[in-house]
């Protein structure tokens, strides 16, 4: 774990510095690109989502949404 910690800090130590370069880069010309997120909140955005949470449908809702509004295509088509 404690690796982990370490190899974690140090690729927002490094993207940081990236994105600290290609921010004063992008300032010395009109048409430069600066980078508007950090890599730690990229990745802690992608964490905070709860992929084990439990789905809001049911597999036959969804089932029978899909089928629903195709159903309504049909008849207005």
Do not use: H, W
């Not at 994105?19 to 964490?47: F, P, Q």
């Not at 439990?54 to 629903?68: F, G, H, L, V, Y």
């Amino acid at each position: 774990m404690q690796k982990q910690a370490e190899d974690k800090l140090f690729r927002v130590y490094i993207t940081d510095g990236i994105k600290a370069i290609a921010n004063n880069t992008a300032a010395l010309y009109s048409k430069g690109m600066a980078l508007e997120s950090r890599y730690i909140e990229i990745i802690e955005d992608v964490k905070l989502e709860k992929p084990n949470e439990d789905p809001k449908e049911t597999a036959e809702q969804i089932i029978e949404r899909i089928s629903t509004g195709i159903n309504n295509l049909k008849k207005g088509g």
